[in-house]
């Protein structure tokens, strides 16, 4: 990966998250919470999650492992996917960051709960 899943949105643009673990709200099946999607401008260059209350603003590590949260893969295939896409063996921590603090702002909830 060219830039890490740890700087998921430019400032601004991320909901602030409850002062709980990342860890603790990391979801089993991610996927997008209802009423949240994942966009990609018409340029073609920047993602973005779009919620009812707004945008919050992606970079490209964070976008590639929010488009493999379907609902199906559990965590530790994403993982999978993104070590094998990125030839990067040491993503984990970051995707599981990553997951956790954008499933404490509930943007992306546990497909199993």
Do not use: K, Q, W
Request: aromatic share 2%; net charge negative; hydrophobic share 40%.
């Amino acid at each position: 990966m060219t830039s890490t899943p740890r700087d998921p949105a430019t400032p601004g643009g991320t909901p602030a998250a409850p002062a709980s673990s990342p860890a603790s709200a990391l979801p089993g099946r991610p996927r997008l919470a209802r009423g949240v999607r994942l966009r990609l401008d018409a340029g073609g260059s920047d993602h973005a999650l779009l919620f009812p209350e707004g945008v919050c603003r992606l970079n490209d590590s964070a976008a590639a492992v929010l488009e493999l949260c379907d609902g199906h893969r559990r965590t530790e295939e994403i993982i999978s996917v993104l070590e094998n896409r990125y030839g990067d063996p040491g993503v984990a921590a970051d995707v599981r960051e990553l997951l956790g603090e954008i499933a404490a702002t509930g943007l992306v909830v546990d497909a199993d709960a």
